[in-house]
């Protein structure tokens, strides 16, 4: 079973974000993880890059980014290699697993969202876990809430602000602030 999420950057045109899906492993322990590993390792601290590559050159999404088998991120040069694989190719964990390049070859698919005042186009149900790259740090976001009445799961929300500057957070922490059902103090 999948969990769900998205890689995002700041909407500029209104609240919210925009980004590309990512299917595997969305949780913080996994993804949320990964992508502050990728900033500190793969894109050498450029949350710019990071987000060049991981939002505007993949607009079909990811299958995953999380490296199986290894705690260490995908290099740089494995972007260059990037996409989808079957579980019969004997790369297929060796490369990140995009969908709009490799055996998928998918059109382009943005996520928009403007929680809380409205889910227009992310569905919040759909997407489980949001992470919004930004130049200082990090937004995480999710669907869930454990006080679900009067439509609360229909939208996301924040339960981190991850500083890119500071050491990486207990992202077991950050995954259980989605039982929280008020977070006083998002950042980390």
């Given at each position: 079973m999948s969990t769900r999420g998205a890689i995002a950057v700041p909407n500029p045109h209104r609240k919210g974000w925009w980004g590309r899906y990512h299917h595997f492993d969305s949780y913080p322990m996994g993804l949320g993880q990964e992508l502050f590993?990728?900033?500190?390792?793969?894109?050498?601290?450029?949350?710019?890059?990071?987000?060049?590559?991981?939002?505007h050159e993949h607009p079909a999404g990811w299958s995953n980014l999380v490296r199986p088998y290894t705690p260490r991120p995908f290099e740089r040069e494995d972007f260059e290699h990037a996409g989808?694989?079957?579980?019969?190719d004997p790369e297929h964990d060796a490369y990140p697993l995009c969908y709009c390049h490799g055996a998928r070859k998918e059109s382009a698919h943005a996520l928009t969202c403007a929680c809380p005042g409205g889910p227009e186009g992310c569905g919040p149900v759909f997407i489980e876990w949001a992470y919004v790259l930004t130049v200082t740090g990090?937004?995480?976001a999710t669907s869930w809430h454990p006080n679900a009445e009067a439509g609360r799961a229909l939208v996301h929300r924040l339960v981190a602000l991850v500083d890119w500057d500071r050491p990486e957070p207990d992202w077991v922490q950050v995954q259980h602030r989605a039982?929280?059902?008020?977070?006083?103090?998002?950042?980390?």
């Amino acid at each position: 079973m999948s969990t769900r999420g998205a890689i995002a950057v700041p909407n500029p045109h209104r609240k919210g974000w925009w980004g590309r899906y990512h299917h595997f492993d969305s949780y913080p322990m996994g993804l949320g993880q990964e992508l502050f590993r990728l900033y500190h390792d793969t894109f050498d601290r450029d949350a710019t890059l990071m987000a060049q590559v991981l939002v505007h050159e993949h607009p079909a999404g990811w299958s995953n980014l999380v490296r199986p088998y290894t705690p260490r991120p995908f290099e740089r040069e494995d972007f260059e290699h990037a996409g989808f694989r079957g579980l019969g190719d004997p790369e297929h964990d060796a490369y990140p697993l995009c969908y709009c390049h490799g055996a998928r070859k998918e059109s382009a698919h943005a996520l928009t969202c403007a929680c809380p005042g409205g889910p227009e186009g992310c569905g919040p149900v759909f997407i489980e876990w949001a992470y919004v790259l930004t130049v200082t740090g990090m937004f995480v976001a999710t669907s869930w809430h454990p006080n679900a009445e009067a439509g609360r799961a229909l939208v996301h929300r924040l339960v981190a602000l991850v500083d890119w500057d500071r050491p990486e957070p207990d992202w077991v922490q950050v995954q259980h602030r989605a039982r929280a059902v008020n977070v006083p103090d998002l950042t980390l």
